[in-house]
T-cell receptor
Framework: NAGVTQTPKFRILKIGQSMTLQCTQD?????MYWYRQDPGMGLKLIYYSVGAGITDKGEVPNGYNVSRSTTEDFPLRLELAAPSQTSVYFC???????????FGQGTRLTVV | AQTVTQSQPEMSVQEAETVTLSCTYDTSESNYYLFWYKQPPSRQMILVIRQEAYKQQNATENRFSVNFQKAAKSFSLKISDSQLGDTAMYFCAFIPGTYKYIFGTGTRLKVLA
């Protein structure tokens, strides 16, 4: 059982470049989330989705876009990368109610 | 605003001793869920314990227990008989309502031999 899979694990981007962070889950979870974790800090919610076709902004959505065309996939798009987007990005998913979130292994992104 | 505050950036404890990590939150929701997660150096997020706001009884999982004070909006984690493997970053998190999953800034715990 793969759980939540994120790709790539590491990436270096130049300022102004764009990229998509991929996230796939095989648990048929409705809710999916993208977080960023800056060094020594907590997780800040970027975007979340409650089902295919439905997304909403979290605490820090500026500079990012998402889509949810299927239950399984929730890609995060960075347009015009900036050094402030250097961070570790986590994707997570869960079912409803009091269920725990299952996390991917994270993507370490550096913008230079 | 729906926020989670962890006021202790770093803590240390001697092996086999007990330590308590603090967490406070703010929400206007009447029902919500609270969690503690552990993040070791591997970056993996591991669920430690969960608590439902409508349950008055404090949750317990082996050496981990919580002190849930709903009126004070406080949700502390107690680790008994601390082990070297407990060294990690600990995050308090909650679901205010239904959808959002909000995390605190974390407490870095070091267990000393």
């Amino acid at each position: 059982n793969a759980g939540v899979t994120q790709t790539p694990k590491f990436r270096i981007l130049k300022i102004g470049q764009s990229m998509t962070l991929q996230c796939t889950q095989d648990m048929n979870h409705n809710y999916m989330y993208w977080y960023r974790q800056d060094p020594g800090m907590g997780l800040k919610l970027i975007y979340y989705s409650v089902g295919a076709g439905i997304t909403d902004k979290g605490e820090v959505p500026n500079g990012y876009n998402v889509s949810r065309s299927t239950t399984e996939d929730f890609p995060l798009r960075l347009e015009l990368a900036a050094p402030s987007q250097t961070s570790v990005y986590f994707c997570a998913s869960r079912t409803g109610g009091n269920t725990e979130a299952f996390f991917g292994q994270g993507t370490r992104l550096t913008v230079v | 605003a729906q926020t989670v505050t962890q006021s202790q950036p770093e803590m240390s404890v001697q092996e086999a001793e007990t330590v308590t990590l603090s967490c406070t939150y703010d929400t206007s929701e009447s029902n919500y869920y609270l969690f503690w997660y552990k993040q070791p150096p591997s970056r993996q997020m591991i669920l430690v314990i969960r608590q439902e706001a409508y349950k008055q009884q404090n949750a317990t999982e082996n050496r981990f227990s919580v002190n849930f004070q709903k009126a004070a909006k406080s949700f502390s984690l107690k680790i008994s008989d601390s082990q070297l493997g407990d060294t990690a970053m600990y995050f308090c998190a909650f679901i205010p309502g239904t959808y959002k999953y909000i995390f605190g800034t974390g407490t870095r715990l070091k267990v000393l031999a």
